[in-house]
């Protein structure tokens, strides 16, 4: 969705307006973990866009929308309305709100060690075969090597080389993991800011974060490891 929401601000701009106005609505799903899902992206949108030329208005149905939906808007918006705009006071930098509301990712044990080529042909062959074995379809598989082949590269630039691979099935998804030697990543927003469209490098988790189902960022003292999901 932040995504849509860049594309669309950037061909306004490329079409002459000066400035956007936005009313975004969001269907925020039925169960607490959902909320906090959509909760967290509507703190993103305040880093993702806030030197931006853009102004956005969200309509929150206060009669039907559970207090928790309630209260996740009094967190990410710095100003609200009912008669009258005020400051909220209960507003969270995007920072804090986006780190207190992103669960650990949950360890894997059923995921198979299988070596990980630093080369990216020789990468994207082994992958395939793991793949191929246990029966990803074509599409979701192509995905899967276009994320895995960028987050290579991210580990190759970035850190001391890669570490480690797994890859497995995970109930109906198949997860490839990715390890590198660094130093880690403590970012809350890496991969979910859209890049600068003149920018050299530097988008491969925001690529990844968009073809896959799912991605995940587990830091420990070893380096980092990349969670894909398709």
């Not at 290579?152 to 570490?163: I, Q």
Request: glycine content about 8%; aromatic content about 8%.
């Amino acid at each position: 969705m932040i995504a849509g929401y860049d594309k669309t601000l950037r061909d306004l701009l490329r079409a002459g307006a000066p400035r956007v106005r936005v009313v975004g609505e969001v269907q925020f799903g039925s169960t607490p973990a959902e909320w906090d899902e959509w909760t967290v992206y509507e703190s993103l949108l305040n880093r993702a866009f806030a030197a931006r030329p853009v102004w956005i208005v969200c309509p929150y149905e206060a009669r039907t929308l559970p207090d928790a939906v309630m209260l996740g808007a009094a967190h990410t918006h710095s100003q609200v309305v009912t008669d009258e705009w005020h400051d909220s006071p209960h507003y969270d930098d995007p920072e804090q709100l986006v780190r207190a509301l992103t669960p650990a990712p949950e360890p894997l044990p059923q995921l198979r060690t299988v070596p990980l080529d630093a080369d990216p042909r020789a990468f994207r062959a082994r992958l395939g075969r793991e793949m191929t074995a246990d029966g990803v379809p074509d599409a979701e598989a192509g995905d899967m090597l276009l994320a895995a082949t960028e987050i290579l590269a991210n580990l190759t630039r970035h850190a001391e080389g890669p570490g480690a691979m797994r890859v497995g099935r995970v109930d109906e998804r198949f997860v490839c993991e990715m390890s590198d030697r660094g130093p880690g990543l403590d970012d809350p927003f890496a991969g979910y800011i859209p890049p600068i469209p003149t920018q050299v490098g530097g988008a491969g988790l925001w690529v990844a974060r968009q073809i896959t189902w799912r991605l995940d960022l587990l830091t420990s003292p070893d380096g980092l490891t990349v969670r894909l999901w398709v």
